[in-house]
């Protein structure tokens, strides 16, 4: 007889078999929601994030770069600041290259060997400074003459109306408060062209040092001259008597109108070499203990054009005294004093 098997379903088994199956999916299904789907969700955010981000650092890297390189997406143009535009020259210099002339102003009456009107044209020691100035420069050379006097000479570069003035022009501190001077390029020495009549009667016993140095009596001077001041401090005591013109002083001594012409040694000289006839009535006296510095004279805001003026006188190889001017034009002074056909 075959046996028969009979399987006991346990109740309690049946129960747990399928309350494993139903944990296992739906505890699985569940398990997935709450964490595979808040992963993915972030994940998904991450790189919604990370698309957004992306343009805007790319803005914010162009807007550094922009402010970097100064470019025109950053700021309107109109905003950036022009270039300065630098002159090409100082302005005194680029005012002169600019009309293509330099203007010097020079005395109207002749004053030999440093300016005089000859048959051809205008020459002497002054006016070939002022053209190899001209030179330099580059441009023409313009010479006004309209000054009557020394100190008007002066007045017209105080004036601006001319670049320099090359005019046998002493410095003074005086003129010195108003216009600048270069360095001197000629050096001299004052002197007095006396009347020996008038000095014997002057002196009575004294010897002539002792009279000069309490010069009384009148002394002749160029009106509108530096020696009107040189001749207030170096002899206080002498009676000023001022002429249009150096010959008006020196015919003064001869004729014995006045006591002596107060100038520097190279007028004094020359009147010597040029009147030997005067020379028995005159009588040259040169001060040992004053200085007469000829200088180029210029507007007191030309400071470049001062510098170049300095360093061309610098440049001279010559440097010129009384006694080599005196030589340079002996030749001058010959032809005007022999007689005319």
């Known amino acids: 007889m075959a046996q028969k098997i009979v399987i006991i379903r346990d109740p309690y088994l049946r129960i747990w078999t399928r309350f494993r199956g139903a944990i296992t999916s739906e505890w699985l299904s569940n398990l997935a929601l709450g964490f595979v789907l808040p992963i993915c969700l972030g994940l998904t955010l991450c790189f919604s994030d990370g698309a957004q981000a992306a343009p805007k650092a790319a803005t914010s890297t162009n807007a550094t770069a922009t402010r970097a390189t100064g470019s025109v997406q950053a700021r309107p143009a109109a905003s950036a600041p022009a270039p300065v535009q630098l ?25 030999a060997p440093f300016f005089m009107q000859t048959t051809e044209q205008l020459s002497g020691l002054d006016i070939q400074l002022a053209r190899a100035l001209a030179d330099q420069l580059g441009v023409s050379l313009d010479i006004t003459r309209s000054a009557q006097t020394f100190d008007q000479v002066v007045d017209t570069v105080y004036g601006q109306k001319a670049d320099l003035a090359i005019s046998k022009i002493s410095r003074t501190l005086k003129r010195a408060q108003r216009v600048r001077f270069s360095r001197p390029y000629l050096r001299m020495r004052q002197g007095l062209l006396v009347n020996r009549l008038q000095m014997a009667e002057q002196t009575q016993g004294r010897s002539i040092v002792e009279t000069i140095r309490d010069l009384r009596g009148q002394v002749g001077v160029i009106k509108g001259s530096s020696y009107v001041g040189f001749l207030k401090q170096k002899f206080p005591q002498a009676t000023i008597v001022e002429y249009p013109t150096w010959e008006d002083v020196v015919e003064a001594v ?21 009147r030997p006839d005067a020379a028995l009535k005159l009588q040259t006296i040169a001060l040992t203990d004053t200085q007469d510095s000829l200088a180029v004279v210029l507007p007191w805001s030309s400071a470049h054009l001062l510098a170049f003026v300095d360093q061309y006188l610098d440049t001279l190889t010559a440097q010129y005294t009384v006694d080599t001017v005196l030589d340079e034009y002996a030749a001058y002074w010959a032809a005007q004093s022999s007689p005319q056909p």
């Open 87 to 111: 002159p090409a020259m100082p302005p005194d210099i680029q005012g002169i290259l600019e009309r293509g002339k330099l203007t010097v102003a020079v005395l109207g009456q002749d004053n």
């Open 254 to 274: 001869v004729q014995g109108d006045i006591l002596a012409a107060y100038r520097d040694e190279l007028e004094v000289k020359k009147v010597v070499r040029n």
